[in-house]
């Protein structure tokens, strides 16, 4: 912890409060003003993405559950084999099928309707963070939902709950702490790439990740792109913090 940690947590506060000459400062912080916007578009376009991976992640998270032994084992490795490849190809596999001479556009093409501008927008940003990151969503929401003990749900039955009382009174609740963990486990990473919106967005999609990139690649400002990175790196911690109020031991009831 200290050596992978802690160390280096602290090398970026030193580099945040000292200008070039190592000289303490606050300049750093003032100048983060000048890329608010691209702030406030990266949390937009993560909301946006992890949202659209919970939509899509819980169903199919739910009917994996509730299949047998065997069909589980089957759809979970289906699930984790894009993983196996390397984050780069499955990006540039999105550009090859969205760009103007793509898959899709030359099928288009072909039967009339014309070629579309499915590329370099936002839309194939949050594209291309949904494909990548919704395996993160879709595991943590099977094990929760694999956990519920059955008895509840039968409880709720006897009850004379109906199948829609039943999912938004015992098993959406009592699945909450893979509902959280799913949210965190996509928006912290999807806040801060870089590599997706360079390939599949534009100008107007740069993500604070790009930011934080060209300022040790292109400009080389050390100083403000970890002053971009504790920013961000606080981000996230507030949404780690908010993922454990909301996540409780299996002892303690869930998050019932």
Same mark, same amino acid.
């Given at each position: ?13 030193? %580099? ?45 998270? %739910? ?52 070629r579309l501008s499915l590329i370099r927008n936002s839309g194939s940003v ?131």
């Amino acid at each position: 912890m200290l050596l992978f940690t802690i160390v280096p947590l602290g090398i970026v506060v030193v %580099y945040t409060f000292t200008d070039a000459s190592g000289a303490f400062t606050f300049g750093n912080l003032a100048s983060i003003l000048d890329y608010a916007p691209i702030f406030f578009r990266s949390i937009w376009l993560s909301v946006a993405a992890t949202l659209i991976c919970l939509i899509i992640g819980y169903p199919v998270a %739910y009917t994996i559950a509730n299949c047998k032994p065997k069909t589980q084992r089957m759809l979970q490795m289906l699930i984790m084999l894009p993983m196996c490849l390397s984050f780069l190809l499955r990006t540039l596999a999105w550009v090859a099928i969205l760009e103007d001479t793509g898959i899709i556009n030359n099928f288009l093409a072909s039967i009339g309707i014309g070629r579309l501008s499915l590329i370099r927008n936002s839309g194939s940003v949050i594209l291309g963070m949904v494909y990548n990151y919704l395996p993160y969503m879709i595991l943590p929401l099977y094990t929760s939902i694999s956990k519920i003990d059955k008895r509840y749900i039968e409880a709720g039955q006897d009850l004379g709950c109906s199948k829609r009382q039943i999912f938004t009174r015992v098993i959406f609740p009592l699945s909450l702490p893979g509902v959280t963990s799913g949210i965190t486990m996509v928006f912290v990473p999807a806040v801060s790439t870089f590599y997706i919106s360079q390939k599949l967005g534009s100008t107007g999609s740069v993500m604070v990740g790009d930011i934080i990139e060209s300022q040790f690649k292109n400009s080389y400002n050390p100083n403000l792109g970890a002053a971009m990175a504790l920013l961000l790196m606080i981000l996230i911690f507030i949404c780690m913090g908010i993922s454990n109020h909301f996540t409780r031991d299996d002892d303690e009831g869930g998050a019932v």
